[in-house]
């Protein structure tokens, strides 16, 4: 079985940076999911797959996956791009595009 360890995006229906610091711990999905027969739901046999373990850091998940003999894929995040804005610039006087409704 393989364990993803990954820090999570930001949520795009938040603003903030919450949960943001975590290092997440989750195993890839070991058989395929089908639906049920009677209720049309989807189900799987792989109960690994529910299993979400949280870290402060990237060391302390890997610790954690070499302890217990599990095979892991560390990807690491992308650094942010900031696009630091300004609303007084709409209206600046050297602005490049007109401002127009």
Known sequence: MLARIYRPAKNAMQSGRA?????VLEFAPASARHPDALMGWTQTTDTDGQV???????????AYAQKHGIA???????DQKRI???YADNFAFGRKQPWTH
């Open 19 to 23: 949960k943001m610091k975590d290092w």
């Open 52 to 62: 979400r373990l949280s870290f402060d850091t990237s060391d302390e998940a890997v």
């Open 72 to 78: 892991f894929q560390l990807t690491q995040p992308k």
């Open 84 to 86: 630091i804005k300004a």
